[in-house]
């Protein structure tokens, strides 16, 4: 890519609150963006081709951006032109000349390709012929770089097929678009550097008039049969430059396996940066770029003996472009693989001037970025003068018309100089929602990515799930249901609103999912419920919280439509549906909800179907399937499933995911796995490999040794992530924090500040630690920690006193035996009275007596338990001074500090 240098007097962009992304969709089907430049005046051009159904090829295609990211509409009267040079054509390279016209090359039916456009997008019919010329090098060639010179002649470089192996290729036109004919042979020339296949992919005009080119070549010595990066330098006649390298080409290899060099700019010392890929086994390829002197040696100084490789996870890495920070730091730009959605993402480096990361970009020195659901590659890379750095290139998109399986659109981010995308650019949030379709009459199940996206369900009852981002959820007719699994996939701060909206909620047979938030119901917004609001015009219903986590984020979720007094328990769910067997043999069937599966004694089958479900077999020789989602299988007691020297009543799970399901056996004593001895348990396969056990071969009195069974081969993918022997622990930050916990049994400590906290489903322990706490323990058999006065106190002007959501009187305990307090009483004498408010809306647990401070010990509780608290539901450190009795003081004259 040449450009122009661009004026420092390109207008700003107005500010608005955008993504930092764009996409941009051609002609409807598969478009490809492979360059960007920007013009003087702050526009961005980017080229490359789209697809032609109509003649079932691809062609060129140019659009062209405001400074802002939105599209030019001078720019061919949409911002975007296509031109058919004739069968297939691949658009690759871009330059602006000063004149403001256009210069695209690539290839066409396998020959060298130029156009040149007018600044308004139309054919400028006074280069080549009509404004294109294609030339025919050998018997395939390829475009994927173009540059300028000085005096107005145009290189186009590449690689071209000789019949045997592809070559270095390179023409250079007239200004007019003719051939050269003082160049090469005929304005063409060919260089055939190693064994086999060589192809030059970055071309650049030296201040002496000779050429760089940059690719890759065949090693093919006595100790390599790989791909190294080569440059080669030609003298302004299009002959090699014998003085640089030897006889004119230089090479690296970076990692001792096959380099490729994608990339190619001089620095203004004169020396040379080539970047590329390289092979690494142990991460498939890594980005990576070498230095090397004015005389194609490598240069020392920069990297590891002038070279450099960077891997960005495991998986396929690429460096495509190659830019120069006026400071000498260096911006390497292409994709690399995210396991985590198995997609390609844009990727970004900074290096320092000695090819150190630069971590003051983006933390460590990489950044990545997630533009559509699916693949995203960048291709192509400058820095404004402002600093800001545009990154093109192409980006999947599903949101197509449903039968090209192959639809991606340009794709370009804008980038803050610290990495972070540049919130003023690009589409604005509602403009860049992606569309994922149900299919009609099909119960489907719709999940979202990070981005924002729109969700259609279509007929049928159907699962829709946002994820991340502002997402528009439309289910259709059916009964369907909206699940939020994480509080900050649906938002406001204060300054933004990131909320999802659901276009069609029918409170006569869909509902809404809220059971993984840990929210206990409807209210006023605050302890832990939500509130439900409308605008004033009417026409939208919010269900919100008013309480902030540490980032400030509140929950929100906007229905489309007024819903005032028609929303109630039977539209949301917020806690797990609990399906429990009996003593006989159940058979448990869940549905696409969150549910608890428990079996009780019996030959139980559960099945949890969707939904992130916990499947309890209880004792029985039970089997457990969780279907769909993310599963907790709990094992409550070690006689649950056993084997015999005799018999077998060991439970048989069908269909355990070690990627994203759980086996709960915390409650049992186990310390992890081994050999099956010491309190550990070991993993087996059956001979056919279509079972493992994980079991014990430490037998009880009544000779029963613990065991489960998993269908298929889980040897080598079970370990301490999938198998938990002991709670989870999930710890605040000391700043006022938001723990939700899971079906699993976990520990949550909140430490300082006001924290709220919920256990979820499982016996879970919860200590809200230092600040005004809100406790919710979910279902369960859960515990509450005080450990400390500090805690939870009063004193005669504040109440700091936490509070207790969900107290179930004989099935959660209150642990206070770290507090010295000996037992239920009068309040004094280091017992505990109980007080009720006279509205019989709380509970107090608290002491008369004052430490030092003036603080006074004291929990509430919400509702009354005058009638369900006894002293089994508390943990003491002694009962010698305790009477023993409940004793009810009065009402509380002081109601809890709301």
Excluded: C
């Excluded at 890929?277 to 070498?290: I, K, L, Q």
């Excluded at 549905?591 to 599966?597: D, G, H, K, N």
């Amino acid at each position: 890519m040449e450009t122009p240098t661009p004026s420092n007097d390109a207008p700003s962009p107005t500010s608005r609150t955008a993504t930092g992304k764009m996409l941009i969709d051609i002609a409807g089907h598969s478009d490809l963006n492979y360059d960007l430049a920007p013009q003087p005046d702050g526009k961005i051009l980017l080229a490359g081709q789209s697809y032609n159904p109509v003649s079932s090829n691809d062609d060129f295609s140019v659009a062209r951006l405001n400074a802002d990211g939105t599209l030019d509409t001078s720019l061919d009267s949409d911002g975007k032109a296509i031109v058919d040079i004739g069968g297939s054509n691949q658009g690759r390279s871009l330059t602006v000349l000063p004149d403001g016209k256009i210069l695209l090359s690539g290839s066409s039916n396998g020959d060298f390709s130029v156009i040149r456009l007018n600044t308004d997008g139309s054919l400028d019919t006074s280069f080549g012929s009509d404004g294109k010329a294609t030339f025919d090098l050998g018997r395939g060639d390829y475009v994927y770089s173009m540059a300028m010179q000085p005096d107005g002649k145009i290189l186009v470089t590449g690689r071209s097929d000789n019949g045997s192996d592809d070559n270095f290729g390179v023409i250079r036109l007239n200004a007019d678009g003719t051939l050269d004919t003082s160049f090469g042979s005929d304005g063409k020339a060919i260089f055939e550097l190693g064994y086999s296949d060589d192809q030059g992919h970055s071309v650049t005009v030296l201040p002496d008039g000779k050429i760089l080119m940059a690719g890759s070549s065949y090693d093919y010595s006595e100790n390599s049969t790989y791909f190294d990066l080569s440059v080669i330098q030609l003298n302004a006649d299009g002959t090699l430059d014998t003085s640089f390298g030897t006889g004119g080409e230089a090479t690296a290899d970076i990692d001792g396996n096959d380099d490729l060099g994608n990339s190619l700019l001089v620095q203004p010392d004169g020396k040379i940066l080539v970047a590329g890929r390289s092979y690494n086994p142990g991460y498939d390829t890594e980005f990576s770029v070498a230095r090397l002197n004015a005389n194609g040696s490598l240069d020392a100084s920069f990297g590891s003996d002038g070279k450099a490789s960077f891997a960005l996870g495991k998986g396929y890495a690429q460096v495509n472009s190659l830019a120069l920070q006026p400071d000498g730091k260096i911006l390497l730009a292409g994709q690399s693989y995210n396991p985590d959605n198995a997609t390609y993402d844009f990727s970004v480096i900074r290096l320092n001037v000695d090819g150190s990361l630069d971590t003051g970009f983006s933390g460590d020195g990489k950044a990545i970025f997630d533009i559509a659901w699916g693949n995203d590659e960048g291709h192509s890379l400058t820095v404004q003068p402002d600093g800001k750095i545009l990154v093109s290139g192409y980006s999947y998109n599903p949101s197509g018309n449903g039968y090209d399986s192959s639809r991606y659109d340009f794709s370009v981010i804008r980038l803050n100089a610290d990495g972070t995308l540049d919130k003023t650019f690009g589409a604005l949030p509602e403009d860049l929602l992606l569309t994922l379709e149900g299919n009609h009459d099909n119960n489907d199940v719709l999940i979202g990515s990070d981005a924002y996206e729109r969700l259609l369900g279509k007929s049928g009852n159907d699962v829709l799930d946002g994820g991340a981002g502002r997402d528009s959820l439309n289910g259709g007719t059916g009964a369907d249901l909206f699940r939020v699994s994480a509080r900050d996939d649906s938002y406001r701060t204060d300054s933004e609103n990131l909320s999802d909206r659901i276009l069609d909620f029918d409170p006569g047979e869909d509902r809404i999912d809220l059971s993984a938030l840990g929210f206990t119901g409807l209210g006023d917004g605050h302890d832990g419920t939500l509130a439900v609001q409308e605008n004033s015009a009417g026409t939208l219903t919010y269900l919100k919280s008013f309480e902030a986590d540490a980032e400030g984020r509140r929950f929100e979720i906007a229905l489309q439509g007024n819903f005032a007094g028609l929303l109630d328990n039977s539209h949301l769910i917020f806690e797990p549906l609990v399906l429990e067997g009996t003593e006989a043999g159940d058979n448990l069937q869940g549905s696409p909800v969150a549910e608890i599966l428990v079996g009780q004694g019996g030959e139980d089958y559960l099945d949890g179907a969707g939904g992130g479900d916990l499947l309890d077999g209880g004792a029985g020789r039970d089997t457990l399937s969780g279907g769909t989602g993310v599963d907790v299988l709990r094992f409550s007691a070690r006689n649950d499933s056993y084997r015999t020297d005799s018999e077998g009543f060991s439970d048989r799970i069908l269909d355990f995911d070690p990627g994203q399901d759980r086996i709960d056996l915390s409650a049992l004593g186990f310390t992890g796995l081994g050999d099956g001895h010491g309190g550990t348990l070991a993993v087996r396969v059956n001979d056919a490999g279509t079972r493992t056990y994980l079991k014990s071969f430490e037998v009880d009195a009544e000779g029963r040794r613990f065991e489960i069974v998993l269908d298929g081969n889980l040897a080598n993918r079970l370990d301490s992530g999938n198998v938990l022997f002991a709670p989870e622990a999930l710890e605040g930050s000391g700043s006022g924090d938001t723990l939700i916990g899971s079906s699993l049994a976990e520990s949550l400590a909140g430490r300082d500040g006001d924290d709220y906290l919920h256990g979820g489903a499982g016996a879970d322990i919860l200590d809200g630690g230092l600040g005004r706490d809100t406790l919710a323990g979910g279902s369960g058999a859960d515990l509450f920690r005080f450990s400390s006065l500090e805690d939870s106190y009063r004193t005669d002007s504040e109440g700091f006193s936490d509070l207790i959501l969900d107290f179930e009187a004989g099935e959660d305990r209150i642990d206070l035996s770290a507090l010295g307090f000996s037992g239920l009483g009068d309040g004094h004498g280091g017992t505990l009275a109980v007080q009720v408010n006279s509205a019989g809306t709380h509970t107090y647990l608290k002491s008369f007596e004052a430490n030092a401070e003036g603080q006074r010990f004291e929990i509430a509780l919400q509702g009354d338990y005058v009638d369900q608290l006894s002293a089994d539901a508390f943990l003491f450190a002694a009962a010698g001074n305790s009477t023993g009795q409940l004793q009810i003081i009065g009402a509380t004259q002081i109601e809890q500090v709301s």
